[in-house]
């Protein structure tokens, strides 16, 4: 089945620093693949997507790479900002198979000033 | 601001109640789902709409019970609720259900607390 993996967090990084959140996926088919965001006490947001091979999403700085030979799809940012603090999640989706979103189990990022 | 809305935002239930949450998107689309986030466990899809017909129901107890009357509306009727369905619930649209370059987008969510 599809399925996602997430590096395990939480995550907490001071200002300007390099985040690389690490996700890979197992697809039938041909998946897109998304980084969604949840601020507290929010819902998600799609941070950014893309839905071929060596595409790359780009959103706010974030950005990811569709991977297919390894089957990854990283985010990354160059310098983070306190504002960046939230639970990031993977996410995949197929056709022709369920349909269905499947998603990592979120990673937290803390930022510190 | 998505374009999907919940209410409420919070709700506090006894395991005898009957209490409905409600969803309501304004984006013209045509799909619907409800998911469960619990803590520590990946969203959970419970029931997707499309153009108004159940197409997923994800093995969800029957104390659980969505109702779309429209592509713009959702509702989740819960009674006889258990602790352990203390989560927030999730409503999420898009365009259509079976295109799989189509963005889901999601509302703030309901905590609900099941006492």
């Known amino acids: 089945g599809n399925s996602v993996t997430q590096m395990e967090g939480p995550v907490t990084l001071s200002e300007e620093a390099f985040l690389t959140i690490n996700c890979t996926y197992t697809?039938?088919?041909?998946?897109?693949l998304f980084w969604y965001v949840q601020y507290p006490g929010e819902g998600l947001q799609l941070l950014l997507k893309?839905?071929?091979?060596?595409d790359k999403g780009s959103n706010k700085g974030f950005e990811a790479t569709y991977r297919k030979e390894t089957t990854s799809f990283h985010l990354e940012k160059g310098s983070v900002q306190v504002s960046d603090s939230a639970v990031y999640f993977c996410?995949?989706?197929?056709?022709?198979?369920?349909?269905?979103?499947?998603f990592g189990k979120g990673t937290k990022l803390t930022v510190n000033p | 601001e998505t374009g999907v809305t919940q209410t409420p935002r919070h709700l506090v239930m006894g395991m005898t109640n009957k209490k409905s949450l409600k969803c309501e998107q304004h984006?013209?689309?045509?799909?619907m789902y409800w998911y469960k986030q619990s803590a520590k466990k990946p969203l959970e899809l419970m029931f997707v709409y499309n153009f108004k017909e159940q197409t997923e129901n994800n093995s969800v107890p029957s104390r659980f019970s969505p109702e779309c009357p429209n592509s713009s509306h959702l509702f989740l009727h819960l009674h006889t609720l258990q602790p352990e369905d203390s989560a927030l619930y999730l409503c999420?649209?898009?365009?259509?259900?079976?295109?799989?370059?189509?963005?889901?987008?999601f509302g703030p969510g309901t905590r609900l607390l099941v006492l």
């Open positions: 996410a995949l989706i197929t056709q022709g198979g369920s349909e269905k979103l499947v």
């Open positions: 893309a839905t071929k091979a060596d």
């Open positions: 999420a649209s898009s365009l259509t259900f079976h295109d799989r370059r189509e963005t889901q987008y």
């Open positions: 697809a039938t088919g041909y998946p897109s």
């Open positions: 984006l013209g689309h045509n799909a």
